[in-house]
T-cell receptor
């Protein structure tokens, strides 16, 4: 079975622009979470979605938003990009939204804001 | 809030040396604890986990024991290989939720 897939792999944007990142979970997984990993640091939690509803939100500004579709894929949107938004954006999927179930991470989307 | 503190790297070891990467945590309740590994150019992979006090997680020769009294989850391996070179992240989830809180990562370099 395919693992978690993310697109695009790399992206270069200019300050003030908008970006949409996409994630497809492992087949059968209903929960998707998004993380931001700045170079040299650990991933920071942004959002969790389960059954198309937001179940958790990290300490990120309202410029960050996300949604989950009926097929459980997900999009992360970032408006009014700042230089500090440059990072690796990771998507993780799991079978259910709570409990100790393993999260499977995708390879990430590398976003560079210039 | 929840937090994870792990030793700073990079850690450089010779092949077959003993590895310890220290990790301590702060959390309310009874968190589950994890070690993730990130190989160069790849995504995060779960290495091992422990869900309650005194549990020992193990995988690929790596071990870590959930010590509630010292709020620690140190990663150990008896004999490292060059292929173990990667960044290792200690992490936790609060009981019943999936938000993962990560440490800053420790880069391990194993030289032949």
């Amino acid at each position: 079975d395919a693992g978690v897939t993310q697109s695009p792999t790399h992206l270069i944007k200019t300050r003030g622009q908008h970006v949409t990142l996409r994630c497809s979970p492992i087949s059968g997984h209903k929960s998707v979470s998004w993380y931001q990993q700045v170079l040299g640091q650990g991933p920071q939690f942004i959002f969790q979605y389960y059954e198309k509803e937001e179940r958790g939100r990290g300490n990120f500004p309202d410029r960050f938003s996300a949604r989950q579709f009926p097929n459980y894929s997900s999009e992360l949107n970032v408006n009014a990009l700042l230089l500090g938004d440059s990072a690796l954006y990771l998507c993780a999927s799991s079978l259910v939204g709570s409990g100790v179930y393993e999260q499977y991470f995708g390879p990430g989307t590398r976003l560079t804001v210039t | 809030g929840n937090s994870v503190t792990q030793m700073e790297g990079p850690v450089t070891l010779s092949e077959e040396a003993f590895l310890t990467i220290n990790c301590t945590y702060t959390a309310t309740g009874y968190p589950s604890l994890f070690w993730y590994v990130q190989y160069p150019g790849e995504g995060l992979q779960l290495l091992l986990k422990a869900t309650k006090a005194d549990d020992k997680g193990s995988n690929k020769g790596f071990e870590a024991t959930y010590r509630k009294e010292t709020t620690s989850f140190h990663l150990e391996k008896g004999s490292v290989q060059v292929s173990d070179s990667a960044v290792y992240f200690c992490a936790l989830t609060p009981g019943g939720y999936q938000k993962v809180t990560f440490g800053t990562g420790t880069k391990l370099q194993v030289i032949p």
